[in-house]
């Protein structure tokens, strides 16, 4: 039996609410801190994300103020998701989009969405330099429709270049090495008239060469020239998975299992703290139970529905920390603490203004895809006795 912690992007959901990024990181109120090294990011738009999933995961949180606001650092992306079906043809030119693979429909909305969210948080490209391979000018696309969806006159302003040097390494018409993609990052210093990045938007095989990640499609590896090329972090679409051509042992791991359950499970907070029925009946099995919310007795949706309105009502400034997060086999277990202050009723007790902080824990057990039942419990004890004065 496999038993081992593992860091997860959990939106920062819980039976009660969500926890926001400590202003003194940033100001984005829609950056958080979901585990002890990852952010998230959602966008401030009201809903731009034509019905995919726009969460944006960092890491490491520490280093968000230098990721996001720094004008000369490098952002090196893959291309966007793209159809595996069908494969690169031998031969193939560069620009012949006919017979070589090309992106999903569904990976140019994610792209737009990836980029509308880092936009409507202030993060736009100063300058932007691209592979002539189709999906990378696909992805190229997308971006640029996601950008100039907040601020299209911004975006106009940037300068776009083609660099045949980003091709495909060592393919026809290809980059035959990686020398001018070092140079160009190497030799980046910002934009004297724009702020923001330089966004480079390549290849797995080029940016495997040159720094040694394994990339998935659509991800971005932040650079520093200043530091020697150092990589300081990723930045993706939590809905970043790892595609069959270059993650071919990750895909035959159990710890893709594991990830996926770990995925239901975070799907499972954001639903809950949104009292989101429809998204809860995607994730959870018919007859699913929650065991130890109403102390001995088991409920179904409405009634643990009900009992977590109960509790989140009856607290403001309401926060949600992970502290640790288990998996083994196919059960995975949450660990955390709730905070707030005590200004509605709560099992009965009326509102003193008094601080609380109390104890949470969570184990879900997952068959067929689907949580089949949760044992979710609170320290009730230690809440009435803070609510009461005890």
């Known amino acids: 039996m496999k038993h ?11 039976l009660v609410g969500h926890q926001t990024m400590a202003q003194s990181v940033t100001d984005w109120d829609t950056i ?14 009201d809903d731009p994300f034509f019905g995919v999933d726009g969460t944006v995961g960092f890491e490491p949180y520490q280093a968000a103020d230098d ?19 069908k494969r690169d043809e031998n031969g193939v030119a560069s620009t012949d989009c006919e017979n070589q693979r090309v992106m999903t429909e569904l990976g140019k909305l994610q792209m737009t969405t990836f980029a509308t969210t880092l936009a409507s948080n202030g993060v736009f490209p100063s300058q932007i330099v691209v592979s002539e391979w189709c999906r990378n ?56 008239d724009r702020s ?28 520093d020239p200043d530091l020697d090329n150092r990589v300081l972090g990723y930045i993706r679409l939590d809905s970043a998975a790892p595609d069959e051509g270059h993650f071919a042992d990750t895909l ?22 949104k009292n989101d029925l429809n998204a809860l009946d995607e994730i959870i099995a018919d007859g699913w139970v929650s065991r130890g919310i109403n102390g001995s007795s088991n409920t179904d949706v409405d009634g ?7 509790i989140s009502s009856g607290l403001s400034d309401r926060q949600f920390n992970v502290e640790e997060t288990y998996i083994s086999d196919n059960v995975v277990t949450v660990i955390g603490s709730v905070s707030g202050t005590h200004t509605g009723e709560i099992f009965g007790i009326a509102p003193t203004g008094n601080e609380v902080e109390f104890q949470s824990i969570a184990v879900h057990i997952i068959e067929d895809s689907v949580i089949q039942e949760s044992w979710q419990m609170i320290d009730r004890i230690s809440l009435i006795k803070q609510i009461s004065g005890q």
Do not use: C
Request: proline share 4%; aromatic share 8%; no cysteine.
């Open 304 to 310: 643990f529905l009900s009992r977590v309105d109960e």
């Open 137 to 192: 000018q696909q992805t190229l696309e997308a971006m640029l429709a996601g950008f100039s969806g907040v601020d299209a006159e911004r975006v106009s302003d940037v300068p776009i270049e083609t660099d045949k040097d980003l091709n495909l390494l060592l393919s026809l018409n290809g980059a035959p090495n990686v020398d001018s993609l070092r140079e160009r990052i190497s030799s980046w210093d910002g934009d004297p």
């Open 4 to 14: 081992y912690i593992l860091s997860t992007a959990f939106a920062a959901m819980s």
């Open 32 to 45: 958080q801190q979901v585990s002890t090294h990852i952010g998230g990011m959602t966008s401030t738009l």
């Open 196 to 223: 923001g990045p330089l966004l480079i938007i390549s290849h797995y095989t080029n940016i495997e060469e040159l720094t040694q990640f394994r990339v998935l499609e659509g991800e971005i590896l932040v650079i």
């Open 252 to 273: 035959d791991s159990p710890l893709l299992a594991d990830s996926d359950s770990l995925r239901m499970v975070e799907r499972y907070y954001e639903a809950v703290g």
């Open 67 to 85: 990721m996001f606001s720094r004008g000369d650092l490098v952002y090196l992306m893959r291309h966007g998701p793209t159809d595996w079906s």
